[in-house]
């Protein structure tokens, strides 16, 4: 076989840009959809010109002609379509968050243990070139041994009013960062402190400002506002900083690497993610896909996007979050 046959569980927003990704790359063939609304069901059915639709994933996962599947659903929605994915055989897709507890986590490593499909958790910064060029320097030593990072994962606020009636931005974009940081190090965290800061009222606070203390003495600082000016002329402000004891890595990523004037506005669009062009969505998450189809087809094991490492990003961001309701700085690991 030389296509993985795969349907997406969850439309919204992001289970469509996942179709756009899947249509452009090539050992993917997109065969099944799933989403318990009808009309977005036969919406995406018809732009994509798939014909097998589900409004229940258990029934897409009884169809032996279906290979692997992409979980795009809630966070909070994890981890019933992820196990039962995993025991149908199939190889799963999970996007991040992998789960909203640990212990969640704990059951799909579990499952994924048992069954012969992979299980790859969608943390797409490792496919960011930068990232990965970074992470390449430091296992050369360029830096020396890292003491401190920092990162900033900004938002415009147009962007989250909903999403902050179901994640708050530690969990939802400062488990990013925390990541990296667990990938750059290979280390592990010890301790989490974080604020947070209610702007618009909403379910969830409007920012997040995260420290970290890791194991072998690092220590990390995270920002994520989810309110930056409703005008802000970039969809993101991502950076990262790595000081090494013999050198210092700076990422920046993505204003203002493009800069669009056009006689209404100043716009720097997504030129890493998933960009999209003539329809077809590239950059990071394409890479991701082509990455994780690669591995299943030649029976390989991921060794990026591993859940063992979604699971410990998990749970320091769950930590940081306890911290800022409580005040108090969170051990994590019995530490």
Known sequence: MDRLRIGVIGLGWFGEIHCDTI?????????????????????????????????????????????????????????????????????????????????????????????????????????????????????????GKIVAMSSRRNIPAAWTPEILNKIGPIVGDAIHDTDLMLWF???????????????????????????????????????????????????????????????IIHVQDTFPNLGIVSKDKLHSPDTTYWPEFDGVRGGALRDEFAYFATCALNGKTPSMGRPEDAAAALEATLAAEESARTGNVIRIGGN
């Open 23 to 143: 249509v452009g790359v090539p050992n993917l063939e997109l065969a099944a959809l799933c989403t318990r609304k009808p009309d977005r069901l036969a919406e995406l059915a018809k732009k994509y010109g798939v014909k097998k639709t589900y409004r229940d994933y258990r029934d897409m996962l009884a169809d032996p002609e279906i290979d692997a599947v992409s979980i795009v659903t809630m966070w909070d929605q994890h981890t019933e379509p992820a196990i039962a994915a995993l025991e149908a055989g199939k190889h799963v897709f999970l996007e991040k968050p992998m789960a909203s507890t640990v212990a969640d986590c704990n059951k799909i490593i579990a499952a994924s243990k048992r069954s012969k499909g992979i299980l790859l958790v969608g943390h797409i910064c490792r496919f960011n070139p930068r990232y990965r060029m970074a992470k390449q320097a430091i296992a050369a030593g360029k830096i």
């Open 185 to 247: 190090t290979g280390d592990r965290i010890v301790s989490a402190y974080a604020q947070t800061v209610d702007v618009r009222g909403l379910k969830f606070p409007d920012i997040g400002q995260t420290m970290y203390r890791f194991a072998g003495g690092a220590s990390a600082t995270l920002e994520t506002v989810w309110c930056m000016p409703e005008k802000t002329p970039f969809d993101i402000d991502e950076r990262l900083s790595i000081i090494g004891t013999e050198g």
